[in-house]
């Protein structure tokens, strides 16, 4: 049984910083394409970042228009963890932001993934 567990998630001012950590457990993240949604109320979860594994040294990152700019994808393999680092928060910015591990695709699709993690709030103060 893999499990993810979202963290990092608070309240920012505009302009602010913050790094989410998605911690597996069960499997080495590795063994799947890992990706980062956000949510909020009255809406679908949005694609904002994935990650995968290429060879044994390799990763590749996608992401989002949206997040592009802004957002980074990373993973520790001693860990077991994957972040999303994020810049220059707006309030736009704020959602409840998902972990996911998945083996479908495309990966910027909910429906590729077949694990979620509970999710960790963002909220960004104006």
């Known amino acids: 049984q893999v499990r993810l567990l979202e963290s990092g998630g608070e309240i920012v001012q505009t302009g602010g910083s913050l790094r989410l950590s998605c911690a597996v457990s069960?499997?080495?993240?590795?063994?799947?394409?890992m990706g980062w949604f956000r949510q909020v109320p009255g809406k679908e979860r949005e694609f904002l970042a994935s990650?995968?594994?290429?060879?044994?040294?390799?990763?590749?990152?996608d992401y989002a228009d949206s997040a592009k700019a802004r957002f980074t994808i990373s993973g520790d393999n001693t860990q077991n963890t994957v972040y999303l680092q994020m810049i220059d928060l707006k309030p736009e910015d704020t959602a409840v932001y998902f972990c996911?591990?998945?083996?479908?695709?495309?990966?910027?699709?909910?429906?590729?993934?077949?694990?979620w993690g509970q999710g960790t709030q963002v909220t960004v103060s104006s």
């Open positions: 996911a591990a998945g083996s479908k695709y495309p990966a910027t699709v909910a429906q590729a993934y077949d694990y």
């Open positions: 069960g499997r080495a993240f590795s063994s799947y394409y």
């Open positions: 990650l995968r594994r290429i060879g044994v040294d390799r990763e590749y990152a």
